[in-house]
């Protein structure tokens, strides 16, 4: 663990900080590809009603 | 050639062993204030600074740290397991946040914890109310007329009061349904990720947190279905009956309101208060279960996510 040397102590928070942004970094990129496979299924979906649409015309 | 000079005349980006260790530190600093911890700790393993410059970076460190703490702190230099505590659970915030996002259980999952909470403040409130009421239902039996008057006053304004408090109870979501309507259908683009979260350390019994995912995991289906049926029935069923008691309890102390039937109002608020007393253990208890279900999400993610991150 950590003991009162400033070398350690700021070591240590530094690996905090740098493990965080690590976890917010992946979480960040999975939310994107996340947004962008419902933007595409959202997509598919519309041009699936046009089609449907177009069909009945 | 003019060279970007640094101010101890070493050409910037071609600093030597041995020059004046200002220049780690600034760096270390700058990668920091940057909010590129990554690289500040990458940089600061490889410093050799004296201890006055480790001593501001740690307290740079800090000033990060704190901005991660929705309560703050003044205290410097943070005691390191308090620093570990404040990023930890700053993660955990970002695990359930994606998680809300990505999963719809997850959400209602969301949505119950702060009915629950509500609840619980409402709950003390109402606590608090009925002893007042009590306390003005005694004094309603004091034979004095206009004294009499005052305190039947004083002890309606205590029923409406619990009318209104009672009326902000909220009934969390059924999670059991939630559950089975996300299974019947789930989002095939959450298919990847999820089941990455799903293989729990923690074991597939207490994932319940990502019991969406049990498509994937047949094995795992029943521990955790049944862990959450039985906490939405068990919300749904037992908070909706309790609130609904409350507004019949009041109406019925409302009509015995008055001198003769004074300790009869007494009795009728101290069962009120009973049961009061037993849905606060009760909502107390759906609230642990509901962190609980985000405890498990926040494992299971922090354990397969161990890779991705180191």
């Known amino acids: ?41 959202k997509d598919a979906a519309e041009i699936e009603n046009l089609k449907n649409f177009l069909n009945k015309k | 050639m003019n060279l970007l000079l640094n101010p101890h005349g070493h050409e910037l980006g071609q600093e030597q062993p041995g020059m004046p260790k200002g220049t780690d530190e600034q760096s270390i600093l700058t990668s920091l204030n ?23 970076i740690e307290n740079a460190a800090d000033d990060k740290i ?23 659970l700053a993660g955990d915030q970002a695990i359930l946040n994606y998680g809300k996002e990505q999963v719809p259980f997850m959400n209602t999952v969301s949505e119950s914890q702060k009915a629950l909470e509500k609840n619980g403040n409402t709950i003390q409130e109402i606590l608090q109310a009925i002893q007042q009421a009590k306390k003005h239902a005694r004094r309603v039996r004091i034979p004095i007329p206009i004294y009499g008057l005052f305190q039947t006053k004083k002890l309606k304004d205590d029923l409406t009061k619990l009318e209104g408090l009672n009326a902000q109870l909220k009934n969390p979501a059924d999670i ?31 994932l319940a947190g990502t019991a969406y995912a049990t498509n994937f995991f047949p094995a795992a289906t029943a521990t955790t279905g049944q862990a959450i049926a039985v906490f939405g029935g068990f919300t749904a069923g037992t908070v909706l009956y309790l609130s609904g008691f409350i507004g019949l309890a009041i109406g019925g102390i409302k009509k015995l309101m008055n001198i003769r039937s004074a300790n009869k109002t007494i009795d009728e608020l101290e069962n ?20 609980g279900i985000n405890t498990a999400y926040v494992q299971g993610a922090r354990a397969n996510l161990g890779s991705m991150i180191r």
Not at chain 1, 8 to 14: D, G, I, Q, R, Y
């Open chain 2, 272 to 291: 009120l208060e009973t049961e009061m007393l037993e849905l606060k253990t009760k909502n107390a208890e759906a609230l642990g279960q509901v962190k």
């Open chain 2, 176 to 206: 059991s349904y939630k559950l089975q309507a996300d299974k019947i259908s789930p989002d095939s683009s959450d298919k990847t990720f999820i089941k990455s979260l799903a293989v729990s350390g923690a074991g597939y019994g207490v």
């Open chain 2, 66 to 88: 704190n901005k991660l703490n929705p309560h703050g702190t003044t205290e410097r230099p943070l005691q390191p397991a308090q620093a570990e505590k404040v990023v930890t």
């Open chain 1, 1 to 41: 663990m950590v003991n009162s040397d400033p070398k350690s102590n700021a070591l240590f928070k530094l690996k905090l900080l740098s493990d965080y942004q690590k976890l917010t970094s992946v979480l960040d990129k999975e939310s994107d590809k996340l947004h962008e496979v419902k933007g595409k299924q």
């Open chain 2, 34 to 56: 940057r909010g590129d911890a990554i690289s500040a700790e990458r940089k600061a393993k490889e410093a050799d600074l004296p201890p006055d410059a480790w001593g501001r």
